[in-house]
């Protein structure tokens, strides 16, 4: 089964910092681009980063460059999302999702992690 | 950065209803876009990507259309199941959510 399993999650308090992980399996993950998306409570869906499956480009949103850093380790099947100076307004769901090829959506998912920032 | 505005932002339809949703984007994304369904709680699901393929095991009541700037999404026939939110999303440069169509029953 293609399945993707997100944990990380947590509470921090302002200017701490997180790094979510996420496991994929029933799939080659070397051979797909992955993104993190995430979703504030009450909120519509917000892209944050993606990193391509051949490690010839990475991606952040503005409202998270040079704070959040996106790794891969094909070898373990992971995705991470290394989160630093973490504000109030990064509390979200995060959702790990692979991208169908050629940039045709993402078509599996994550079940999610909450992360809560709040002192 | 490229902006995905949907309209309407949500509306109220009955079963059996013909529904359409409509994204524009600030530039051409060519065929980049896609459409997601989302319901409480639940991670979002693809529904249809390069404007009109449908995903795998997606009904053939939803089916999409446009170039360029404009694109909809049509459900050609609500059914109780499809009450949910749909987000569209460009991947021509970088990537993009639209704000989101709530769809609720009337």
């Known amino acids: 089964e293609v399945q993707l399993v997100e944990s990380g999650g947590g509470l921090v308090k302002p200017g701490g910092s997180l790094r979510l992980s996420c496991a994929a399996s029933?799939?080659?993950?070397?051979?797909?681009?992955m993104n993190w998306v995430r979703q504030a409570p009450g909120k519509g869906l917000e892209w944050v980063s993606s990193?391509?499956?051949?490690?010839?480009?990475?991606y952040y949103a503005d409202s998270v460059k040079g704070r959040f850093t996106i790794s891969r380790d094909n070898a373990k099947n992971s995705l991470y999302l290394q989160m630093n100076s973490l504000r109030a307004e990064d509390t979200a769901v995060y959702y790990c999702?692979?991208?169908?090829?050629?940039?045709?959506?993402?078509?599996?998912w994550g079940q999610g992690t909450t992360v809560t920032v709040s002192s | 950065d490229i902006q995905m505005t949907q309209s309407p932002s949500s509306l109220s339809a009955s079963v059996g209803d013909r529904v359409t949703i409509t994204c524009r984007a600030s530039?051409?994304?060519?065929?980049?876009l896609n459409w997601y369904e989302q319901k409480p709680g639940k991670a979002p699901k693809l529904l249809i990507y390069?404007?009109?393929s449908l995903q795998s095991g997606v009904p053939l009541r939803f089916s999409g259309s446009g170039s360029g700037t404009e694109f909809t999404l049509t459900i050609s026939s609500l059914q109780p199941e499809d009450f949910a939110t749909y987000y569209c999303?460009?991947?021509?440069?970088?990537?993009?959510f639209g704000q989101g169509t709530k769809v609720e029953i009337k």
């Open positions: 390069a404007v009109s």
């Open positions: 530039q051409s994304i060519s065929s980049y």
């Open positions: 029933g799939f080659t993950f070397s051979s797909y681009s």
């Open positions: 990193f391509s499956s051949s490690s010839s480009y990475i």
């Open positions: 999303q460009q991947s021509y440069s970088t990537r993009t």
């Open positions: 999702a692979r991208d169908r090829q050629l940039l045709q959506g993402m078509d599996v």
